[in-house]
């Protein structure tokens, strides 16, 4: 058993803070009083610090990297009072799998995993067996089933095929999927139709389960963008997550606007965003490209590059493009190109920053995330306060041998939040309650995100807005920091 003794507890729901004693015993909370007379196998001196939740993150990418088995511990996350991160984001999940090919997650690294799953129960159990240091979640991933449906060229669904991923995904959503995810931004899911995705979707609303999507474009076509997935949330019902929204520079004005139709719209649809307090945005290098360039196949935008015709049409597409603040955040198979912008790099070879960039297309297949600071700060600050705002860092906890340089999204993104929200006045029970119980009440996190008698030990020890120390299902694994 842990006593945390005299604590200011701050549980969750959003009501005032309150002084009081907590007990845990084994996984669950047993019992929350003024003072808990009661022997305990550990005590924590509670006096100036807060209790509160676990942390949920909303939109992680650890799946994506494989660190989930690279990196067990996940102790980026747990270093920052998270307790639960969701994955399966933008189409790509690593579970349910009809052949057992990771494919789906090659954008983000070598799927270089052996694969003995197929369903989430399946998955689950793997998770269970290598003792993984935080809750995870995950959403099923539109990209990652339709692949094995169709192959890595991708067209329309027959009614057939579109009855079986119907199955799939209603078997999922059964075995404790949260929802279903779309990568429609990305190249592989670019062209599904409406239809498509409006029928899966309403699946995921018969199951009260949520619809998470990355646009399928978030510049000139922005506001196009939002219509459709506030035309889906409408029809459907579904409670929806537009995933990493993000004001990019140049876009403001349809920025503004695309916030604006959501906000006329809450009345008829359950419409939500995630965000995080930096101004980066990670890129994945083949949305480099012009839109007609930009393909499902590796080989097709290679066929692009290497053809004269092509290749000058997409130079003469890309001139207006700043690349000198493109920074490598991973490459493939090219790890002393981590922490190196696209200008040093022109640099080493004697190329210009165009030729560099293609040369690197070709040599790690298309496999780079770049980050750029693309994003306008200031409506960052406003959207972090929006009432229907969600906070995810959109990144992964990587080994640290994988770690060239700090990302600050992956290690600050919840203090950083707490900092800005402290700065502005935010009441300290709103700003627990936006990254605890709102997040477990949309995704239907019914044992967590609250401090309560009966639930989840999960428990975020502040102290000056800093991580003092947490307890993930009773365990002590974060202490001092």
């Known amino acids: 058993m842990i006593l945390i003794k005299q604590a200011q507890i701050v549980d969750g729901s959003g009501k005032k803070p309150f002084r009081g004693d907590i007990l845990i015993n084994g996984q669950k909370i047993s019992a929350i009083n003024s003072v808990i007379k009661k022997k305990a196998d550990k005590i924590i001196d509670g006096l100036g610090l807060i209790a509160a939740p676990g942390f949920i993150d909303v939109n992680t990418d650890s799946d994506h990297y494989l660190s989930l088995f690279t990196n067990p511990s996940q102790k980026d996350f747990i270093s920052q ?3 639960t991160i969701i994955g399966g984001q933008c189409g790509s999940s690593l579970a349910p799998l009809m052949y057992g090919s990771l494919a789906g997650v090659s954008e983000w690294t070598n799927s270089e995993v052996n694969v003995d799953w197929r369903g989430l129960k399946e998955f689950f159990k793997i998770i269970q067996k290598i003792k993984l240091g935080i809750r995870f979640e995950t959403l099923v991933g539109h990209s990652t089933i339709k692949r094995d449906l169709v ?17 799939i995904l209603e078997d999922a959503l059964k075995s404790d999927a949260l929802g279903l995810s779309t990568g429609l931004g990305h190249a592989y899911e670019n062209t599904a139709s409406y239809y498509e995705i409006k029928t899966l979707v309403n699946i995921v609303a018969r199951y009260n389960k949520v619809y998470a999507t990355h646009l399928r474009n978030e510049k000139e076509n922005l506001l196009k963008s939002i219509n459709e997935t506030l035309a889906i949330a409408r ?7 537009i995933s990493h929204f993000r004001p990019i520079r140049g876009f403001e004005k349809e920025f503004e606007e ?10 008829e649809t359950n419409v939500y965003f995630d965000v995080n307090p930096f101004e980066i945005s990670l890129i994945p290098i083949y949305s480099m490209l012009p839109y007609w360039a930009q393909d499902a196949t590796i080989q097709k935008m290679l066929e692009f590059l290497d053809n004269e015709i092509t290749r000058e049409k997409i130079v003469q597409e890309m001139a207006k493009i700043e690349l ?3 920074v490598v955040d991973s490459a493939a198979g090219h790890d002393y190109l981590v922490g190196k912008n696209l200008e040093e790099i022109a640099k080493n070879t004697g190329k210009n920053p165009i030729d560099s960039l293609f040369e690197l297309m070709k040599i790690t297949k298309f496999r780079v995330m770049f980050f750029s600071k693309n994003l306008d700060s200031r409506l960052i600050i406003n959207m972090l306060f929006h009432p229907r705002s969600l906070i995810g860092s959109n990144s992964a906890s990587l080994p640290q041998e994988n770690k060239k340089f700090d990302f600050e999204r992956a290690t600050l993104t919840f203090p ?7 700065g502005h006045n935010m009441p300290i029970e709103e700003t627990i309650k936006k990254i605890t119980s709102f997040p477990a009440k949309i995704y239907g996190l019914k044992n967590r995100g609250i401090i309560k008698e009966g639930l989840a030990a999960d428990i975020t020890l502040l102290k000056d807005q800093k991580i003092a120390g947490v307890i993930l299902n009773g365990k002590q694994v974060l202490t001092n920091g």
Do not use: M, W
Not at 154 to 163: F, G, I, K, V, Y
Not at 258 to 267: M, P, T, V
Not at 416 to 422: G, T, V, W
């Open 81 to 83: 009072g998270v307790t």
């Open 151 to 167: 192959g890595d060229t991708p067209r329309d669904l027959t009614d057939s095929e579109l009855q079986v991923f119907s199955k």
């Open 235 to 241: 029809e459907t019902g579904a409670k929806t997550i």
């Open 258 to 267: 695309s916030l604006n139709l959501i906000e006329k719209g809450l009345g």
């Open 324 to 326: 000198g603040d493109l």
């Open 416 to 422: 950083r939040f707490l900092e800005i929200a402290a």
